[in-house]
C-alpha cells in the first residue's frame, strides 16, 4: 500500500517561495500512469487543487496557480515537491500531497506571516 508524507516548513514570510516535499513509499511514483497531486485546505474553506506531476514527469496546474506553482521530483528519493512563489496569507493553508488512486498524506499546516 502506497503511503504519502508531506514535509516542509510551516512558517513561510509573505513574498517567499513555499517549498513542500511528498515522501512516497510502498510504491514509486514512476509506476506507469499513476499521477501525484497537491492539494490545499485553506481555513473555513474547501479542497483546492493545485496541481499534479505524471509518473513520467509530465506536469499540470491549476489556472488559477499555474503561474506561480511548479512541480517537480526527485526519483531517486521517490519524492515529489511542490513550490510556490509570492506566497501570501491567502496561501495559509493545510497542504496534502495525493496519488491518483485515492492516497493521500495526512497533510501538514502551513501559515504565512511575517
Known amino acids: 500500500q502506497v503511503q504519502l508524507q508531506e514535509s516542509g516548513p510551516g512558517l513561510v514570510k509573505p513574498s517567499q517561495t513555499l517549498s513542500l516535499t511528498c515522501t512516497v513509499s510502498?510504491?514509486?511514483?514512476?509506476?506507469?500512469?499513476?499521477?501525484w497531486h497537491w492539494i490545499r485546505q485553506p481555513p473555513g474553506k474547501g479542497l483546492e487543487w493545485m496541481g499534479r506531476i505524471g509518473y513520467d514527469g509530465s506536469t499540470y496546474y491549476s489556472p488559477s496557480l499555474k503561474s506561480r506553482s511548479s512541480i517537480s521530483r526527485d526519483t531517486s528519493k521517490n519524492q515529489f515537491s511542490l513550490h510556490l512563489s509570492s506566497v501570501t496569507p491567502e496561501d495559509m493553508a493545510v497542504y496534502y500531497c495525493?496519488?491518483?488512486?485515492?492516497?493521500w498524506g495526512q497533510g501538514t499546516q502551513v501559515t504565512v506571516s511575517s
Open positions: 510502498g510504491g514509486s511514483i514512476t509506476t506507469n500512469y499513476y499521477t
Open positions: 495525493a496519488d491518483s488512486t485515492g492516497g
